[in-house]
């Protein structure tokens, strides 16, 4: 089967979790005898032009001319209209919902896939007039849209809900697939790796946060939190716009390292290995894969109760209220104070996270590909 995925960004180079979700999955089919062909813009978030023609490990990408960036995490980049219409492809995936590309379905009589990625953002997170206009677009076009995919992929159960209780869709019409780590990803790294690296004694608590420094992953509020734990090791990593303002906020404190720049996948899992305690204190995910990618590695997790993090987590972890500082310094504290605890979550998470290898999801991918074949 040829399978062309439309999607705003694509991991290589861009990183964040659809990125990862979409190339993961893009590896999977290959791996199964499937031909994978990206669509994608042809700039990186911060605006960077990216070469038209491409190919990062056997998945062929075709950026198309984008017009103009759609704040963070989208662009309109109309080109691909044509490429879907003159497109040999047996089936197109399109992934984000209320993108200018979820008009694909109107230019091919082939049968097209959305997973929605659950955008239920809460007001704020974006900007004033973008809040505005989904709320237009929603009341207007949302349900007449979203009724011109054969299918609708949801990343969780309360995606599938929010789906029919704000769009009514219909239950038969939404496939439940969550988001995968590859099987390698479920083998434990060493541990003293990244802690010789970064010179952390083997007897020190580490609490680890890893996302994307941007405004919506409430890294702030882990800076406020680590106040109360001098003699905890609070490790911020990852790289987005954030980073400067995230830095401002912590200096003066000694219990807080960051780690930017170039961040492999391995160093990542070298990083969740070390730590003992794993947190998001994310305004909104609509999954959360760095959860997964925690519990592989043994992390006792601790989340938010945004979007789709307490569903991912499930008894697997604890949960504070979101942007709520005392509930999260308790959940906190009951972590760092209670060894047990910790070991039970991380034995959980160990066998939680072998349902969402991405093995299993690619077997439940390609049955939905082929309900809907014509």
Avoid at 131 to 150: A, E, W
Avoid at 258 to 285: C, N, P, R, T, W
Avoid at 344 to 365: E, H, P, Q, T
Wanted: proline share 4%; with cysteine.
């Amino acid at each position: 089967m040829k399978i062309v995925i439309i999607t705003p960004f694509f991991y290589y180079p861009i990183t964040g979790g659809m990125e990862v979700h979409v190339y993961n999955i893009a590896s999977g089919l290959i791996k199964n005898g499937h031909t994978v062909e990206i669509f994608t813009s042809d700039i990186t978030r911060e605006g960077k032009s990216l070469i038209h023609e491409d190919s990062f490990e056997n998945i062929k990408i075709r950026r198309f001319k984008t017009w103009f960036r759609i704040g963070d995490f989208g662009s309109f980049f109309p080109g691909i209209f044509k490429a879907v219409k003159n497109s040999d492809a047996d089936l197109f995936h399109v992934h984000s919902f209320r993108h200018p590309h979820n008009l694909a379905p109107f230019f091919t009589k082939k049968p097209v896939i959305l997973t929605s990625h659950w955008p239920n953002y809460p007001s704020g997170l974006r900007k004033s007039w973008i809040d505005f206009f989904i709320k237009f677009f929603d009341f207007l076009f949302g349900k007449l849209l979203l009724s011109r995919f054969d299918k609708i992929i949801a990343v969780c159960k309360p995606e599938s809900e929010w789906l029919v209780s704000k769009f009514n869709i219909e239950s038969k019409n939404i496939i439940l697939i969550p988001n995968c780590i590859p099987p390698d990803q479920l083998n434990r790294r060493d541990n003293s790796v990244f802690r010789k690296k970064n010179k952390i004694s083997k007897n020190k608590l580490v609490v680890l946060a890893l996302s994307r420094l941007h405004k919506s992953k409430g890294l702030d509020l882990v800076i406020q939190v680590s106040k109360s734990f001098p003699n905890v090791q609070f490790i911020i990593m990852g790289n987005g716009p954030e980073l400067d303002n995230l830095k401002y906020l912590a200096n003066g404190l000694k219990n807080i390292k960051f780690i930017y720049g170039g961040i492999s996948d391995e160093s990542k899992l070298q990083a969740m290995s070390s730590a003992d305690i794993f947190v998001s204190a994310s305004h909104y995910e609509a999954f959360g894969i760095t959860v997964l990618e925690a519990f592989s590695q043994g992390c006792s997790v601790l989340t938010s109760d945004s979007g789709g993090l307490p569903w991912v987590v499930d008894d697997c972890g604890l949960i504070f209220k979101d942007n709520n500082l005392n509930d999260f310094k308790d959940k906190l504290n009951i972590l760092i104070n209670n060894k047990k605890l910790r070991e039970k979550y991380s034995n959980a998470g160990i066998v939680r996270v072998k349902s969402f290898s991405l093995d299993n999801i690619i077997s439940d991918l390609i049955k939905a590909y082929n309900g809907v074949k014509k």
